[in-house]
């Protein structure tokens, strides 16, 4: 059974810091695709960024140079670091795997992120 459980997120001032963190179990990060999505309120769910199996990170275009995805082996875990947050950053924050081999995806259950001004 595949379980990945978000940390790290709160309440933090604009131009501050965060890094959350996704733990997994029965699944092996570092085969497969990570990444994390996250919903504003109000708002669809949208892609944050990904490390692929081979260290290949992406990132949409308006957290590129702010947020850096990272992945531990050694502890299955990814991280997103986040820094210079944005007001607009806040939303919840959801980690993902997508197994290679079936291209099914797994989801964690989210955690707070909130920015004031």
Do not use: H
């Amino acid at each position: 059974q595949v379980q990945l459980v978000e940390s790290g997120g709160g309440l933090v001032q604009a131009g501050g810091s965060l890094r959350l963190s996704c733990a997994a179990s029965g699944i092996i990060f570092s085969i497969n695709a990570v990444g994390w999505y996250r919903q504003a309120p109000g708002k669809e769910r949208e892609w944050v960024a990904e490390i692929t199996s081979d260290d290949k990170t992406n990132y949409v275009d308006f957290v590129k140079g702010r947020f850096t995805i990272s992945r531990d082996n050694a502890k299955n875990t990814v991280y997103l670091q986040m820094n210079s947050l944005k007001v607009e950053d806040t939303g919840v924050y959801y980690c993902y795997v997508t197994r290679i081999l079936n291209l099914r995806t797994y989801w964690g259950q989210g955690i707070q992120v909130t920015v004031s001004s």
